[in-house]
């Protein structure tokens, strides 16, 4: 297969992804998003962001069922993206939107919580996440938003970042 045509296949392929999407695009999923805010603060300086996604997924194993929220954000050359995983919920619960309401954490020492991990990115590198905490606040089932803080540190180069997030909307995957 020729390179021309193999491109031209490729883009194909994607126009058709793109537009099977765009049909289960739905404007009011959206509303609730007008009055999202997220920041971070490196050395006393606090630099709000643009929110990139946020999601809520659900695992199913044999054993147990808990719930993934991500959340990416960046801001010129810095990102953050924070992961929570909540659980284990018994079959019935899982599909729900809510989350716990409490502080889920994380440490690279062994046997630690890692519920809770925020990853700091610099200049496209991420930084490797020596603890972590994200502190969920509030959950708004119906609006679908979350409003919390968070905190991270890194090992190597030590950097130590904080900020808050408010009424993100995350989009629910059942």
């Not at 643009?50 to 050359?77: C, G, P, V, W």
């Not at 972590?132 to 409003?147: H, K, N």
């Amino acid at each position: 297969m020729s390179k021309h045509l193999l491109n031209t296949f490729a883009a194909i392929c994607c126009s058709v992804l793109l537009l099977s999407a765009c049909k289960e695009y739905n404007p009011s999923e959206l509303v609730n998003c007008e009055k999202a805010a997220l920041d971070v603060r490196v050395n006393d300086r606090a630099t709000s962001m643009k929110i990139l996604s946020s999601n809520l997924l659900r695992t199913e194993s044999q054993a147990q069922h808990f719930k993934l929220l991500s959340m990416e954000a960046y801001a010129d050359t810095v990102r953050v993206v924070m992961n929570i995983a909540d659980g284990p919920y018994p079959s019935a619960k899982l599909y729900s939107d809510s989350l716990q309401v409490k502080t889920y954490s994380y440490s690279r020492k062994n046997g630690s919580d890692t519920s809770g991990k925020v990853l700091l990115g610099v200049r496209g590198q991420f930084l490797v996440t020596d603890s972590a905490a994200i502190t969920i606040s509030e959950i708004d089932v119906v609006g679908r938003t979350v409003t919390g803080t968070y905190y991270v540190q890194t090992a190597n180069p030590v950097v130590k970042a904080n900020g808050a997030f408010t009424k993100v909307c995350f989009h629910s995957i059942k």
